[in-house]
């Protein structure tokens, strides 16, 4: 076997493996869940937010989210997360929900509010959304804090 077979059966051996990976995604995930982790926006850390907050959910895996305020709304918001892929596509989908939001808007967004955005969720990832959700609502208590 040359080299150059080789290298077409391990191609077609990833692709396979590939295509097998994105149907049972799509089994078990909406269009946007997987466009959201795959593709999620307003990922990563802030150097000097006016809020922030970490939180561990009970799966173990944290979410952080990043709060800068002005006007009353929210200017800018990014999180970051070492959870699942639902937790990006959740993370991801919040943070679009809740940029240029009053406070009070932002607070009022639910879990369930974010998972029908998303299309629906499976319910062993229905705990990502409440992560999300949960440290949204900590990183805007955060925004009273005494900053010394
Ligand atoms: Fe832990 Fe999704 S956030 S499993």
Not at 60 to 86: A, N, S, W
């Amino acid at each position: 076997m040359t080299r150059d077979r080789k290298k077409s059966d391990l191609d077609k051996f990833v692709e396979e493996v590939q295509k097998e990976i994105d149907r049972k995604e799509a089994e078990t995930y909406s269009k946007r869940v997987i466009e959201e982790y795959r593709n999620p926006k307003n990922i990563g850390q802030m150097e000097d937010p006016d809020g922030a907050a970490k939180f561990k959910g009970p799966c173990g895996d944290t979410m952080e989210v990043y709060l800068k305020v002005e006007g009353g709304r929210i200017k800018y918001i990014c999180f970051f997360t070492d959870g699942c892929g639902p937790s990006i596509a959740c993370g991801s989908m919040l943070t679009q929900m809740a940029r240029g939001r009053t406070l009070d808007g932002a607070a009022d967004l639910s879990k369930e509010e974010l998972i029908e955005v998303l299309g629906g969720l499976p319910d062993e990832s229905l705990h990502c959304a409440e992560l999300a959700v949960t440290t949204l609502r900590k990183a805007l208590e955060d925004l009273g804090r005494d900053p010394s």
